[in-house]
């Protein structure tokens, strides 16, 4: 419900959730939405529903404790598996340990497969280049206005774009973001004032309602090579791998695909474009937090200059140096990044406030609250299973010794020279014989234990 919403809306909502008595589901990929409005988490993984008893933050700070237990109990379950399948590929041809090593097999296919992590931190692995470099001044606009009939949105209000610039739009919904972008890319005109784009500036615009304009019978390749971009199919195919489309999902047909999937081929087309001065306008709605870090890390790797209208403040955060916002008809900037733009606000909010002045209008951040929420630990086998687990492991551990040690013996009773010296031979042959005692004893326990 979030997407396209500005802060104060938002706010509204969560209080409104508060108050609300009925049950509640919120599909969202805002996290300090959903740690303010939720105390049950359900993630969708894999096929499955996996549960979480608490909010967002919760669920994070679980997911990676779940995950340690699960990495461990997966790499144990591997060295379990090598040793066994290292067992019969020794003995399967030896008749005294056939029968064993045709348990350890079926065991084997018994067994339960631990699954290993899934990685979700994706990493880009491709630069989005471009050829042309553009001169110092990307863009000019001076005194602007914008009217809507006789509804007034800009006035006198003048824009100024360096090569370089990493620029961040913010503010209220209604107060005229699409607008600006609109007029710096051209599509508009302005009712007053003169547009002047820079020497060998290549624009590409990524508008918000830019999904729509994606062909529905298109499959996602298809939409990719007809995007006018010089690249053949394995080179944006790999565009396509950074967008997490991978093998056959890049055949897929746009009009199946979700909301965030479709965001990702939009961003994908307009960051091929070899553009050097890109114009984003709310590029993260519909994201997910993996894909949210994809675009992230390629606006930090790309050289150009670029405007992006977000009210994501981790996104604003992480990729620009400058921010830009709407204050009394007129285009404002704040030259640092958004964590300091916020503390400037506050400051500059406070000394209205001492002065007995009105505060300014400008977008003012939710104070975040904390919330915290007590939570069930998450149910995972009981602990006899787990005891046997364990008990499991140390035999494994305990054959693989005993096996080694039987390799020497073997080795030295193979020796011509060990017949010559008695009290030796008498030596390693009691010793061989209490080692296949006892792991036949083993290899036993081993078998209840591993049909448990
Ligand atoms: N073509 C148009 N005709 C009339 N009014 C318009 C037109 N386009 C925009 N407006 C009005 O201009 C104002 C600014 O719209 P704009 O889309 O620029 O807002 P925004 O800051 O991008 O908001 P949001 O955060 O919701 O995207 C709004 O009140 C809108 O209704
Ligand atoms: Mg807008």
Same mark, same amino acid.
């Given at each position: 419900?979030?997407?396209?919403?500005?802060?104060?809306? %938002?706010? @509204?909502?969560?209080?409104?959730?508060?108050?609300?008595?009925?049950?509640?589901?919120?599909?969202?990929? !805002? *996290?300090?939405?959903?740690?303010?409005?939720?105390?049950?988490?359900?993630?969708?993984?894999?096929?499955?529903?996996?549960?979480? &008893?608490?909010?967002?933050?919760?669920?994070?700070?679980?997911?990676?404790?779940?995950?340690? %237990?699960?990495?461990?109990?997966?790499?144990?379950?591997?060295?379990?598996?090598?040793?066994?399948? *290292?067992?019969?590929?020794?003995?399967?041809?030896?008749?005294?340990?056939?029968?064993?090593?045709?348990?350890?097999?079926?065991?084997?296919?018994?067994?339960?497969?631990?699954?290993?992590?899934?990685?979700?931190?994706?990493?880009?692995?491709?630069?989005? =280049?471009?050829?042309?470099?553009?001169? *110092?001044?990307?863009?000019?606009?001076?005194?602007?206005?914008?009217?809507? !009939?006789?509804?007034?949105?800009?006035?006198?209000?003048?824009?100024?774009?360096?090569?370089?610039?990493?620029?961040?739009?913010?503010?209220?919904?209604?107060?005229?973001?699409?607008?600006?972008?609109?007029?710096?890319?051209?599509?508009?005109?302005?009712?007053?004032?003169?547009?002047?784009?820079?020497?060998?500036?290549?624009?590409?615009?990524?508008?918000?309602?830019?999904?729509?304009?994606?062909?529905?019978?298109?499959?996602?390749?298809?939409?990719?090579?007809?995007?006018?971009?010089?690249?053949?199919?394995?080179?944006?195919?790999?565009?396509?791998?950074?967008?997490?489309?991978?093998?056959?999902?890049?055949?897929?047909?746009?009009?199946?695909?979700?909301?965030?999937?479709?965001?990702?081929?939009?961003?994908?087309?307009?960051?091929?474009?070899?553009?050097?001065?890109?114009?984003?306008?709310?590029?993260?709605?519909?994201?997910?937090?993996?894909?949210?870090?994809?675009?992230?890390? &390629?606006?930090?790797?790309?050289?150009? =200059?670029? %405007?992006? %209208?977000?009210?994501?403040?981790?996104?604003?955060?992480?990729?620009?140096?400058?921010?830009?916002?709407?204050?009394?008809?007129?285009?404002?900037?704040?030259?640092?990044?958004?964590?300091?733009?916020?503390? @400037?606000? +506050?400051?500059?909010?406070?000394?209205?406030?001492?002065?007995?002045?009105?505060?300014?209008?400008?977008?003012?951040?939710?104070?975040?609250?904390?919330?915290?929420?007590?939570? &069930?630990?998450?149910?995972?086998?009981?602990?006899?299973?787990?005891?046997?687990?364990?008990?499991?492991?140390?035999?494994?551990?305990?054959?693989?010794?005993?096996?080694?040690?039987?390799?020497?013996?073997?080795?030295?009773?193979? !020796?011509?020279?060990?017949?010559?010296?008695?009290?030796?031979?008498?030596?390693?042959?009691?010793?061989?014989?209490?080692?296949?005692?006892?792991?036949?004893?083993?290899?036993? *326990?081993? +078998?209840?234990?591993?049909?448990?």
């Amino acid at each position: 419900p979030t997407n396209h919403l500005d802060l104060p809306s %938002i706010k @509204w909502i969560e209080n409104y959730l508060a108050d609300y008595e009925g049950a509640v589901i919120i599909v969202s990929h !805002d *996290r300090e939405f959903l740690d303010r409005t939720t105390n049950t988490t359900v993630e969708v993984l894999g096929g499955k529903l996996v549960p979480y &008893a608490g909010n967002y933050t919760y669920y994070l700070e679980e997911k990676e404790e779940r995950n340690l %237990i699960q990495k461990g109990a997966f790499e144990n379950q591997q060295s379990q598996i090598r040793a066994a399948e *290292r067992f019969i590929e020794r003995f399967k041809a030896k008749a005294s340990k056939a029968k064993q090593a045709q348990s350890r097999v079926k065991a084997l296919d018994k067994l339960e497969r631990i699954e290993d992590v899934a990685q979700d931190a994706a990493k880009i692995n491709m630069k989005f =280049t471009f050829k042309v470099e553009p001169g *110092r001044h990307v863009l000019r606009m001076e005194h602007v206005t914008k009217k809507y !009939d006789q509804k007034l949105i800009f006035r006198d209000t003048n824009v100024h774009i360096e090569r370089g610039d990493k620029i961040a739009l913010i503010g209220a919904n209604g107060k005229g973001k699409s607008t600006l972008m609109r007029l710096v890319a051209g599509t508009e005109n302005p009712t007053e004032g003169k547009h002047q784009l820079g020497h060998n500036v290549i624009m590409s615009f990524y508008a918000q309602h830019q999904l729509e304009s994606l062909t529905l019978d298109n499959e996602i390749l298809q939409e990719m090579s007809e995007a006018g971009s010089k690249r053949n199919d394995m080179e944006l195919r790999s565009v396509l791998g950074s967008f997490l489309f991978t093998g056959e999902e890049v055949f897929k047909k746009i009009k199946v695909l979700s909301g965030g999937e479709k965001s990702r081929v939009a961003l994908a087309k307009t960051l091929i474009s070899e553009a050097n001065f890109l114009l984003l306008d709310e590029p993260t709605n519909h994201l997910d937090m993996v894909s949210v870090n994809i675009l992230i890390q &390629a606006l930090e790797q790309y050289e150009g =200059t670029f %405007i992006v %209208i977000s009210h994501d403040r981790f996104f604003v955060e992480n990729v620009a140096t400058k921010i830009w916002y709407i204050e009394d008809f007129q285009l404002k900037e704040y030259p640092g990044t958004y964590a300091e733009y916020e503390q @400037w606000q +506050e400051d500059r909010e406070k000394a209205a406030k001492k002065a007995g002045l009105p505060s300014p209008s400008a977008p003012k951040p939710q104070p975040k609250e904390e919330k915290k929420v007590e939570a &069930a630990p998450a149910k995972t086998s009981s602990p006899d299973q787990k005891k046997a687990l364990r008990e499991l492991a140390e035999v494994e551990a305990n054959i693989d010794k005993l096996e080694k040690e039987m390799a020497i013996y073997e080795k030295q009773l193979a !020796d011509p020279k060990i017949y010559q010296n008695t009290s030796q031979l008498k030596d390693t042959t009691v010793k061989f014989e209490q080692t296949k005692k006892e792991l036949v004893k083993l290899n036993d *326990r081993w +078998e209840m234990l591993a049909e448990m």
